[in-house]
């Protein structure tokens, strides 16, 4: 069946560092791929989408293409904020009749100043 | 627009009760989904409903069980609740690529 693969967290960086969090997913037909962003006590927010191969979603300074070579939509900042602590949700749905979304286990980003 | 609103925010059920959860779902989508979130299994597909009806369903107990009004509000209940029923419950609503979220029901159970 369909499934998505975060790589383990937390990921523990300096504020203005890189930040790469690896998403592997396996799916028939041809997905659409998300990255979901939850904080503290909250649900679960979209951070950005790509519906087909070689898109690029973007948003607050995230970025994440669609690669189905490598079936990976790895997520992708230049500098990190103390504001970006929060846990990171690879998704993916088939969007053929439902909008029912398969998530990875999360990443929890931890940012320091 | 209002966003997706879930009610109660936070509950305490004994094993063996039954609960049930609320979800209205954003202006003008008939979509609504439901996830159980725990810290061992992570975010997990309830089920769907689309214009009242149950469009798909999660691998979960028959104990779990759901359903949608005409307005698009979604319920869902649990009965014969068990300790690992103890969970954050949350609701979705969108249309098409964009699922919007709720912040969610915390369930726990003693």
């Known amino acids: 069946g369909n499934s998505v693969t975060q790589m383990e967290g937390p990921v523990t960086l300096s504020e203005e560092a890189f930040l790469t969090i690896n998403c592997t997913y396996t799916a028939t037909g041809y997905p659409s791929l998300f990255w979901y962003v939850q904080y503290p006590g909250e649900g679960l927010q979209l951070l950005l989408k790509a519906t087909k191969a070689d898109d690029k979603g973007s948003n607050k300074g995230f970025e994440a293409t669609y690669r189905k070579e490598t079936t990976s939509f790895h997520l992708e900042k230049g500098s990190v904020q103390v504001s970006d602590s929060a846990v990171y949700f690879c998704?993916?749905?088939?969007?053929?009749?439902?909008?029912?979304?398969?998530f990875g286990t999360g990443t929890r980003l931890q940012v320091f100043p | 627009k209002a966003g997706v609103t879930q009610t109660p925010r936070y509950l305490i059920k004994t094993r063996g009760q039954q609960v049930t959860l609320s979800c209205s779902p954003i202006s003008g989508h008939r979509s609504v989904s439901w996830y159980q979130q725990t810290p061992g299994q992570g975010l997990q597909f309830l089920f769907e409903?689309?214009?009242?009806?149950?469009?798909n369903k999660g691998n979960f107990p028959g104990r779990f069980s759901g359903r949608q009004f005409s307005n698009s509000r979604s319920e869902m209940n649990v009965s014969t609740l068990e300790l690992g029923d103890s969970a954050l419950y949350l609701c979705a609503s969108g249309e098409g690529y964009e699922q919007y979220f709720g912040p969610g029901t915390r369930l726990t159970v003693t």
């Open positions: 409903y689309f214009s009242e009806t149950q469009r």
């Open positions: 998704a993916l749905s088939e969007m053929i009749n439902t909008d029912k979304l398969i």
